[in-house]
């Protein structure tokens, strides 16, 4: 992901009965790769068996729109379109069609470098100030950690930067441009010395696509053309942000609070920024499986792409882990050979890209949902099933040699050794006004992401206990639990995490990892919640006190129960805060069963099902009952409407609806947006 990794490790070693669906067969371009010949009947079963299937799997996990490409060395085998590339306009997918696959980037960016190694114009393993002679980066555990930084670092995730920039990142509408991107890195601070650890992120790609822009003198979209895209013949494929907004043939990304409008702007451009064909990645696959080589031309030295396979320290010569823009791992399909893989997800989209060079097979699945776990999975299970029936391609697995299972390493986060004392060690003493400092950073905050704080994330809290702070936070997105981090202060308001994540109180916006956050309450508070009492409780008595006095006047004059209202305002107000009792209740209840929407606002604008847009607005249908009572009320007691009990116990029920909704507009709930 630019946003979300792909579960590398724990996916390839699964073996995945997929069910899955059909869309309409789409025909590989000729001017790409050539269509491989008619496949053995087990293989066509298999091919067969998917299509039927992947429409069922995309309507279970609600995906708009899948391309699928399977590889055999330089030729496709099966390339398909399934579902749409835009639902409201009802496009299909086509073997064109353009899709964002996020951090897959990484791969691309990575292959450019290795193409600049080859030209002679960089060196993996000089410090990257060679290129860049005035960027520096902050750290608590070193000086001028840029000079120990090398391009090999910056493609492996060794360098030390965390995932996100101050300026255009995951959790920002406005992207900004590439170079006010990457000047941003220099405010970032390290988690770890420079090397000796790994964490996944985007800075340290796109700080290397920065560098190809100052060495080849062009801008990075047009240079990834000229060095990659152009030479593997990806016609269909660009980092230009112009092309890529003026491609008819492009998939709308979707997710699932919906976004403002369909993003195309990714700030992180050599990290996540390029958009690509099925058609396309079937080739950039050939690439892969020729080692090198397309068309019988040599657009990356084998010993170059051998490199860029390779694991680098502080894990050097690991069979299984991050390398040069490339994850690798075994996969678990019996004889347990070298597959490869990068995928890429955010901002509504999901991709994987997935090759065993021994076997000559390759597999690419583009979707433009980003709420699903359906690429991962089906790329694997498509190529299982593939070695798994007789088929051709079993055969070939049977002739190589068995090279045994691998551990995999974490590819998110890996701590070099001794971390605590290393963040001990970067501490400042204690000072004087610590107690109150710390006082006054002390609460709850939340993310936004994407303009919209999101109401099922739990709060994030700076706790003090025992003389010791914390942060309590979500680590991952698809994470629901909170985290319990041990926080040192290594400037007055600057502190480090127990994993070298950066929590900043320093200027009047403060940050953790470089995301903005805002002030939360995590829920009603106890006197909020005591509101809420109150208005049910004043509803319970305008209802069971009109049913009382309405019994009373029956016992007394034996009026029938259809003339016990006489008069037209009392049948109006019954009615009207019967309804309003009924709204304030269901109001109520969604505060209750979703709290964190008192720091998300109103959410019913964005892009979701009409029946959950109807409930977001509630706190709207509510205030304009509220107003209506309150008018009624006033009239009443002016005009002297009905009886002064009946005028009070309605007046109570008004105030107290108009205290809510006043709540209620406080916590920015009320508005409009069915559009």
């Known amino acids: 992901m630019v946003r979300r990794m792909a579960r590398v490790a724990l996916i390839a070693g699964l073996v995945v009965g997929c069910s899955t669906g059909a869309g309409a067969t789409a025909r590989p371009d000729p001017t790409n790769l050539t269509q491989a010949p008619a496949p053995d009947p087990s293989t066509a079963a298999v091919i067969a068996k998917y299509q039927a ?9 609600n995906v708009p729109g899948i391309a699928v490409a399977v590889v055999d060395g330089d ?10 590339a835009d639902r409201d306009r009802q496009t299909p997918v086509t073997l064109n069609t353009i899709f964002s696959v996020q951090s897959m980037s990484k791969l691309f960016t990575a292959t450019a470098v290795m193409r600049a190694v080859q030209e002679g114009k960089v060196d993996l393993d000089v410090p990257i100030t060679t290129y860049l002679p005035d960027f520096t980066v902050n750290s608590a555990f070193e000086q001028h950690p840029e000079r120990k930084m090398t391009l090999r670092m910056l493609l492996s995730h060794t360098a030390g930067f965390t995932h996100e920039a101050p300026v255009g990142n995951n959790y920002e509408l406005d992207p900004g441009t590439f170079d006010e991107h990457v000047k941003s890195i220099e405010a970032t601070w390290l988690r770890y010395p420079v090397g000796t650890g790994y964490a996944y992120s985007n800075l340290g790609i796109d700080l290397a696509g920065y560098i190809l822009e100052k060495v080849y003198g062009k801008p990075f979209a047009q240079l990834m053309t000229d060095e990659v895209l152009a030479p593997t013949g990806m016609g269909h494929s660009t980092f230009d942000r112009a092309t890529i907004d003026a491609t008819a043939d492009r998939a709308i990304g979707y997710t699932a609070l919906g976004i403002p409008s369909p993003v195309v702007d990714v700030p992180m451009t050599a990290a996540g920024g390029l958009y690509a064909s099925i058609s396309d990645l079937a080739r950039f696959l050939s690439f892969q499986l020729g080692d090198g080589t397309i068309d019988g031309r040599v657009v990356l030295d084998s010993g170059l792409i051998a490199e860029q396979r390779t694991v680098p320290a502080p894990n050097a010569g690991s069979q299984a882990g991050y390398a040069l823009g490339v994850v690798r791992t075994r996969w678990r399909a019996e004889r347990y050979q070298d597959i ?3 995928g890429g997800g955010g901002f509504g989209f999901l991709s994987d890209l997935w090759w065993v060079p021994s076997m000559q097979l390759g597999i690419a699945v583009l979707t433009n949902s980003s709420e699903h776990k359906l690429q991962g999975d089906l790329a694997i299970s498509i190529l299982h099933d593939l070695v798994d029936t007789g088929s051709t391609y079993a055969e070939r697995l049977a002739a190589l040699p068995f090279q045994g299972d691998v551990i995999d390493l974490d590819t998110s986060y890996q701590a070099p050794a001794g971390m605590a004392d290393l963040v001990a060690a970067a501490g ?3 000072s004087a006004d610590q107690a109150k400092r710390w006082a006054s950073y002390e609460g709850k905050y939340q993310i936004a992401q994407d303009g919209v704080v999101s109401p099922t994330r739990p709060a994030s809290q700076f706790v003090v206990s025992s003389g010791i702070s914390y942060f309590d936070t979500v680590d991952h997105d698809s994470d629901s639990a909170l985290t319990r981090h041990r926080l040192t202060e290594v400037q007055p308001g600057l502190f480090l995490a127990d994993n070298g994540e950066t929590l900043d109180f320093r200027g009047q ?27 049910v409780a004043a509803w319970a ?14 016992r007394l004059s034996g009026i029938s129960p259809a003339h016990l209202i006489d008069s037209r305002w009392q049948r109006l107000t019954s009615v009207v805060a019967l309804m309003t009792g009924l709204f304030a209740i269901a109001t109520i209840g969604l505060v209750v069963l979703l709290p964190g929407i008192v720091d998300s606002g109103f959410l019913g604008g964005l892009r979701m099902s009409m029946v959950l847009r109807l409930v977001l607005h509630l706190p709207l249908a509510l205030a304009l009952l509220g107003c209506i009572m309150v008018a009624l009320s006033s009239a009443a007691f002016a005009r002297h409407w009905g009886t002064l009990e009946y005028r009070l116990r309605f007046a109570g029920l008004a105030i107290a609806i108009a205290l809510l909704v006043g709540q209620l507009a406080a916590w920015r709930l009320i508005g409009w947006g069915l559009s």
Do not use: C, K
């Not at 299937?53 to 996990?61: H, Y």
């Open 509 to 535: 916006q403060p940050t953790w990892r470089n995301l903005d956050l805002l002030p939360a309450q995590g829920g009603p508070m106890p006197w909020q919640f005591g509101l809420f009492g109150l208005v």
């Open 53 to 61: 299937q992947i429409p069922e799997l995309m309507a279970s996990q």
């Open 541 to 554: 008595a305008w209802f069971v006190g009109g049913i009382v006095a309405a019994l009373a006047r029956r």
């Open 340 to 342: 490869f893989n990068h």
């Open 75 to 84: 030729r496709v085998l099966w390339a398909q379109g399934f579902g749409y």
């Open 428 to 430: 400042m003493p204690a």
